[in-house]
């Protein structure tokens, strides 16, 4: 009886917290096809598409999301390259400052990016990087890259190094035995490194709005800030429309990879 009042319990828990996460979305879906949206989820009293043709235009929503397209995903390819060639020495080798190195990365990991934005701007402004894309995209992959070296090395720790031995055996170099042997073997944990970059990079609002000073720049994540007028005046059924087209990238880059994530790594028989 303990059991299953336990089993209700959790299971009662469970279910307040999805409902938590669905009522900003059942605000989204019922806003944005509302005429007169208001602040709180209702049937809409006006169906309506004219918000999403409001806001479905070069300088107001496809250009901040072909920018947010550009710094995440160029963040993320830099992520996982760099991870994948910084953790692989330290999942295969006796390193001899690796654990004081593991430390360091981890405590990067719980830096407030609020704490190191001023001497970043002043290195931006010396480096005249100030206004760049590149230079974004470049620190938006430099503070998700500490995460990824760890969740790139626990993947590689998995795989057997009998494999890459028998690589050398046949005259493979590290970097031959990485690229052919490791590599196709983590698929998976590569790709959730690359989509937890790509969401990270996706959401940040203050790196982009610091860094950034041209409105043309800016990605989609800064572009919702322009719906919040003056005075306290704010279009919800606008906003509601452009949070949606804001989601669907990342959602749709999720179920493109769903079942490359939802695979196990495959190393049955992989030494014979």
Do not use: H
């Not at 690796?98 to 934005?117: D, K, N, S």
């Not at 452009?242 to 493109?256: F, G, K, N, Q």
């Amino acid at each position: 009886m303990s059991r299953r009042a336990s089993s209700r319990l959790v299971g009662a828990l469970l279910g307040v917290i999805a409902l938590l996460f669905a009522a900003p979305l059942l605000w989204l879906l019922t806003a944005a096809f509302d005429a007169e949206a208001p602040l709180a989820a209702a049937v809409p009293s006006r169906f309506t598409l004219n918000n999403f043709e409001q806001v479905l235009s070069w300088e107001t929503s496809l250009r901040p999301l072909w920018n947010g397209l550009l710094l995440s995903g160029g963040a993320a390819v830099v992520s996982v390259v760099a991870a994948v060639l910084c953790a692989y020495p330290l999942s295969r080798y006796r390193l001899r400052f690796r654990r004081p190195f593991l430390y360091t990365v981890l405590f990067a990991t719980g830096l407030p990016i609020t704490a190191v934005m001023v001497p970043v701007y002043s290195m931006f402004v010396r480096l005249d990087l100030v206004d760049s894309m590149l230079g974004t995209m470049l620190f938006l992959a430099a503070t998700s890259l500490p995460v990824a070296i760890w969740m790139t090395k626990n993947f590689m720790d998995g795989v057997p190094i009998s494999l890459e031995e028998a690589a050398w055996v046949d005259g493979a170099s590290a970097l031959q035995a990485l690229r052919s042997v490791v590599l196709p073997l983590i698929v998976p944990g590569v790709s959730v490194v690359g989509i937890f970059t790509f969401i990270n990079a996706w959401g940040n609002f203050f790196v982009p709005f610091v860094l950034l000073l041209d409105p043309a720049k800016q990605p989609a994540s800064v572009g919702v800030f322009a719906f919040f007028g003056q005075g306290g005046l704010i279009a919800y059924g606008q906003l509601a429309a452009y949070s949606i087209l804001y989601t669907a990238p990342v959602i749709a880059l999720y179920l493109m990879v769903s079942r490359s994530l939802g695979g196990a790594f495959t190393l049955t028989g992989a030494i014979k």
